[in-house]
């Protein structure tokens, strides 16, 4: 047997032995426009939502500027299609640590929350588009911004298969 189909064989070996999933990244960009009904404000911000590879996890990643009121509270929502509402899956209260702020509250970012009571239904909505971030401001409690996650997962991560692969290419 020669040297590389011993490799191949062992390789091969440990991708079937040990499945690898990539996780997935849901990004959405915040705006006015986009809450339920639409609100006027030049504030702009985006979001990123990271499942896990085990799809047990998400890490959530939030950035605005410029909001018209003091910030005030930001949620996953869900589950609900753009354009429509939907009561709070998952609340980024009691993470106050992970929040910078600036401007006197008008500016924001918020990175590595993590929540763990994601389910195999809360995936399949995840995929679907029918989960989004709201952004909340004293002069709009109902949302100053909002951004639709799932549209357009991306994989971050390439397969094991895929990998292998690129070895003997």
């Given at each position: 047997?020669?040297?590389?189909?011993?490799?191949?064989?062992?390789?091969?070996?440990?991708?079937?032995?040990?499945?690898?999933?990539?996780?997935?990244?849901?990004?959405?960009?915040?705006?006015?426009?986009?809450?339920?009904?639409?609100?006027?404000?030049?504030?702009t911000?985006?979001?990123?939502?990271?499942?896990?590879?085990?799809?047990?996890?998400?890490?959530?990643?939030?950035?605005?500027?410029?909001?018209?009121?003091?910030?005030?509270?930001?949620?996953?929502?869900?589950?609900?299609?753009?354009?429509?509402?939907?009561?709070?899956?998952?609340g980024?209260?009691?993470?106050?640590?992970?929040?910078?702020?600036?401007n006197?509250?008008?500016d924001?970012?918020?990175?590595?929350?993590?929540?763990?009571?994601?389910?195999?239904?809360?995936?399949?909505?995840?995929n679907?588009?029918?989960?989004?971030?709201?952004?909340?401001?004293?002069?709009f409690?109902?949302?100053?911004?909002?951004?639709?996650?799932?549209?357009?997962?991306?994989?971050?991560?390439?397969?094991?298969?895929?990998?292998?692969?690129?070895?003997?290419?």
């Amino acid at each position: 047997m020669r040297i590389r189909d011993s490799i191949l064989a062992s390789v091969l070996g440990l991708a079937i032995a040990v499945p690898s999933f990539a996780q997935t990244t849901y990004v959405g960009v915040l705006s006015g426009g986009t809450e339920v009904p639409p609100v006027s404000t030049s504030a702009t911000g985006s979001a990123s939502v990271v499942l896990n590879a085990a799809q047990t996890q998400l890490s959530i990643s939030v950035q605005f500027q410029n909001l018209t009121g003091t910030y005030s509270a930001s949620h996953i929502h869900g589950p609900a299609p753009a354009g429509t509402n939907a009561g709070v899956r998952w609340g980024f209260s009691g993470v106050a640590a992970g929040w910078v702020f600036s401007n006197a509250d008008h500016d924001g970012t918020l990175s590595n929350f993590i929540t763990t009571d994601v389910t195999a239904a809360d995936v399949t909505n995840l995929n679907s588009g029918n989960f989004y971030v709201n952004v909340h401001s004293n002069l709009f409690p109902g949302g100053e911004l909002r951004a639709q996650l799932g549209s357009a997962p991306v994989s971050t991560a390439k397969s094991t298969w895929s990998r292998v692969k690129s070895l003997f290419r």
